[in-house]
C-alpha cells in the first residue's frame, strides 16, 4: 500500500465584507418617557449601530410638554443611562409621515415596543401599512420586561397629576419634570 503523503493546507485569502452601519428609529410621543421606553432602547441599541430616538410632534394627542421639553428630557435621561454609554444615538423631534422620516435618517428598522397583547393588535396594523409605503423598511418588535409592562405615560401622567408617586415608573429627571407641570 503505498504510504500517503501529507497535504499542504490550502491558504484561506481574507473577505473583507462590507458593513453599512444599521440605522433604527424609535419614534414615540414620550409624553413624558417612561422606564419602560429606556429599556426599549437599551435593547435596541444591542440590535442597531445607531438609533435615532424620533419624538413625535403630535398635538392631536394632547400632549402635557411641548416638542422641545420631549427632546430635552428623552436627552437627559439617555445621557444619564451608563448602559447606554458608548452607543451611538441621537434624539430628534419630527413631524412628517414616519415613513419620510424614516428614509430621511438613511434607517432601514422601525423599533416598536410592545407591553401586552393589547399593543400588538395596533403595532401589527401600523407596520402593515408602513410595509406598503416603503417595503424596504423593516418593522421590529421589542417585548418590555415583565416590570415595565404595565407603564404608559398617560397613567405616569395621571398619576403624578393626582399627587401619586411615579418614581417606579419614570427618572428622578422625569419626576421632577412633572411636579414642575403639575404645581403651576
Known amino acids: ?53 424620533a419624538v413625535a410632534d403630535n398635538p392631536g394627542k394632547g ?9 430635552e428630557l428623552v436627552k437627559t435621561d439617555l445621557a444619564n443611562n451608563k448602559k447606554l454609554a458608548g452607543t451611538s444615538y441621537e434624539v430628534v423631534p419630527f413631524s412628517k409621515l414616519l415613513m419620510d422620516f424614516v428614509n430621511d435618517q438613511n434607517a432601514r428598522v422601525i423599533v416598536r415596543g410592545l407591553r401586552a397583547v393589547s399593543d400588538f393588535e395596533y403595532e401589527f396594523q401600523m407596520a402593515g401599512m408602513n410595509s406598503y409605503l416603503n417595503d424596504d423598511i423593516e418593522t421590529m418588535f421589542l417585548m418590555a420586561q415583565d416590570k415595565h409592562q404595565l407603564i404608559s405615560s398617560r397613567f405616569v401622567k395621571e398619576i403624578a397629576r393626582l399627587g401619586g408617586n411615579v418614581r417606579h415608573f419614570v427618572t428622578p429627571n422625569i419626576v421632577r419634570a412633572l411636579k414642575k407641570k403639575f404645581t403651576k
Open 1 to 53: 500500500m503505498p504510504a500517503k503523503t501529507a497535504q499542504k493546507p490550502k491558504k484561506r485569502t481574507a473577505v473583507k465584507i462590507q458593513h453599512t452601519p444599521l440605522i433604527g428609529v424609535y419614534p414615540g410621543t414620550f409624553d413624558p418617557i417612561t422606564l419602560g421606553h429606556l429599556d426599549i432602547v437599551e435593547r435596541a441599541m444591542k440590535v442597531v449601530d445607531h438609533l435615532v430616538v
Open 63 to 71: 400632549p402635557l410638554f411641548t416638542t422641545a421639553e420631549r427632546v
